[in-house]
């Protein structure tokens, strides 16, 4: 059962504090918080070797950024960076911490009918680096994940559009052409 606290309200046990490094996985709350900057902000793509989730910011959000850094560790913290008159942060995801942590919670969050075009991307990905992805057992039916994953196309002349932001925050589309899937 989930106890929910109506926003603006404090608990009757004082105010609500930061997890602690030694308490272990993420909370619900704190999962939650990263799917939703990551469909708001998120750029899903990778190197052209291996998938990667960036998540790029103003440095005025540095105190999120560095809750990041405390609450998924496996996640690099670049910057701050200063480029054509733009402060800003950036977090990445990549490998192992991407593949067995972070996907995982992704999958179990972001669907079509949340956002169309992030699910569209995440997918994408997925695709492009389904290789470097093998080892994690991907949900796609309502009886491996409790509810329903519908499917999402991009347009045609979209499904190219795999990119990524190099360290230096320069965006990158991977010219690379999408395996064929017999569609």
Do not use: N
């Not at 695709?127 to 309502?142: F, M």
């Not at 979209?158 to 052409?177: L, S, W």
Request: glycine share 12%; charged share 25%; proline share 8%.
């Amino acid at each position: 059962m989930f106890h929910v606290i109506p926003c603006g309200e404090t608990p009757s046990g004082g105010p609500i504090t930061v997890r602690k490094e030694d308490e272990g996985m993420a909370t619900e709350l704190e999962q939650g918080l990263l799917a939703g900057l990551l469909v708001g902000e998120g750029h899903f793509g990778g190197d052209g070797r291996q998938p990667q989730i960036t998540l790029r910011m103003h440095v005025r959000h540095e105190s999120l950024f560095r809750w990041l850094e405390r609450t998924f560790p496996g996640g690099r913290l670049y910057g701050p960076y200063s480029h054509d008159g733009r402060d800003y942060f950036q977090w990445m995801v990549r490998g192992a911490y991407l593949r067995e942590e972070i996907l995982p919670l992704l999958e179990c969050t972001i669907d079509a009918q949340l956002d169309a075009h992030t699910y569209g991307r995440l997918q994408l990905m997925k695709e492009r680096y389904a290789s470097r992805l093998q080892s994690l057992a991907t949900p796609t039916s309502s009886a491996a994940t409790g509810r329903s994953v519908p499917s999402v196309e991009l347009p045609d002349d979209r499904r190219d559009e795999i990119g990524y932001v190099t360290p230096g925050g320069i965006d990158v589309i991977d010219p690379q052409p999408m395996p064929a899937t017999g569609r």
